[in-house]
């Protein structure tokens, strides 16, 4: 089957392609505040060179507030215009997923600002598909109490690279640098899609678990168009 999946939930816009276990085509860059400018061009491009997909899989968070809803409404309106079925998977998911050549306990973090986060803890086994040990949820500061994890973990996403905050997770982390990979989102949304298991466009929603934040100008605007403070 001909998946096409793609993300922008994270620090890296990615779109992948597969047909089948194959993977055809796994694009990423790691500015994805520009998704609203690569994403369809990226798409084009791909379908140009391997045709239209027979579904399309996409990440819905929780992660970036306006990079899911760019990948959302794009998957929407390829699915209304092409006529294929449509799934969302979990985008914390499919960042564990995207661990290459590990096997065990994976904490994912994403759209980190100050001590808060999303996160989701999954376990990569023999078929190194992600099992969820711990559903996403919001962090604000302190984890749950059955961390630190006395195991080794890996650690991906903005946590990685907080060297006293990456401690919380286990006492042995083992911080990795792996972007979301398309084929990563294809993959999850494949099975779901080979199942029957499609979602309504009409109705599917971002997955939102706490409310999106907003920056404040830290001057009022004056009529030069410079902040006073």
């Known amino acids: 089957m001909r998946v096409l999946g793609f993300d922008a939930s994270g620090p890296t816009l990615s779109v992948g392609y597969v047909c089948g276990q194959e993977v055809l085509a796994d694009l990423y860059w790691k500015h994805s505040r520009t998704a609203g400018t ?3 061009a990226w798409i084009n491009m791909v379908v140009q060179e391997f045709g239209r997909p027979e ?3 996409v990440g819905i968070g929780p992660g970036s507030f306006t990079g899911v809803r760019i990948a959302l409404s794009a998957a929407k309106a390829l699915a209304f215009a092409w006529n294929v079925p449509l799934v ?3 985008s914390l998911r499919a960042w564990a997923f995207s661990v290459q050549g590990y096997q065990g306990p994976v904490f994912v973090s994403s759209e980190k600002r100050g001590l808060a986060y999303y996160a989701g803890l999954y376990f990569i086994g023999r078929n190194f598909l992600p ?3 711990m559903t996403e949820w919001a962090v604000n500061g302190e984890l ?3 961390f630190p994890l006395a195991e080794p973990v890996a650690v991906v996403g903005p946590l990685a690279s907080d060297s006293s905050q990456i401690l919380q997770v286990s006492v042995r982390p083992l911080a990795l640098d792996w972007p979301i990979l398309g084929s990563r989102v294809a993959f999850l949304g494949q099975g779901r899609l080979q199942l029957g298991q499609v979602d309504d466009p ?3 929603a971002p997955v939102y678990i706490r409310p999106p934040a907003i920056s404040t100008p830290r001057g009022r605007i004056g009529p030069t168009g410079k902040g006073r403070q």
């Open 38 to 40: 690569h994403l369809v």
């Open 55 to 57: 579904g399309i899989a």
């Open 88 to 90: 969302g998977v979990s």
């Open 131 to 133: 099992e969820v040990v």
């Open 144 to 146: 749950p109490d059955r």
């Open 202 to 204: 009409m109705t599917l």
